[in-house]
């Protein structure tokens, strides 16, 4: 059975730092490339920051230079590390895992976890 369990969400204040933990299950993790999405209230589902299986990263413009995506594949695990927190990064956060293996498409979402940024 595939899991995808978000943690570290939470309110902070403006400036602050957060880092958000995604454990996954069920699938051979170092082979899926991993990322982390956000929506936040009456948008659209975004692309926040993505880890290839080797380790390349591609990062979201409104985030570069303050968020840092990483992974473990020992522990089966991906990290967002955000700082400078702002009010706009305000969303639900969810882990996503994909892989394509020739013409099949592997793509497992988790439950999402809260970040709220307020002072």
């Known amino acids: 059975q595939v899991q995808l369990v978000e943690s570290g969400g939470g309110l902070v204040q403006p400036g602050g730092s957060l880092r958000l933990s995604c454990a996954a299950s069920?699938?051979?993790?170092?082979?899926?490339?991993m990322s982390w999405y956000r929506q936040a209230p009456g948008k659209e589902r975004e692309l926040v920051a993505s880890?290839?299986?080797?380790?390349?990263?591609n990062y979201a413009d409104s985030v570069k230079g303050r968020f840092t995506i990483s992974r473990d594949n020992a522990k089966n695990t991906v990290y967002l590390q955000m700082n400078s927190l702002k009010p706009e990064d305000t969303a639900v956060y969810y882990c996503?895992?994909?892989?394509?293996?020739?013409?099949?498409?592997?793509?497992?979402w988790g439950q999402g976890t809260q970040v709220t940024v307020s002072s």
């Open positions: 880890i290839t299986k080797i380790g390349s990263t």
């Open positions: 996503n895992a994909a892989r394509v293996i020739v013409t099949l498409t592997y793509n497992y």
């Open positions: 069920g699938f051979t993790f170092s082979s899926y490339a």
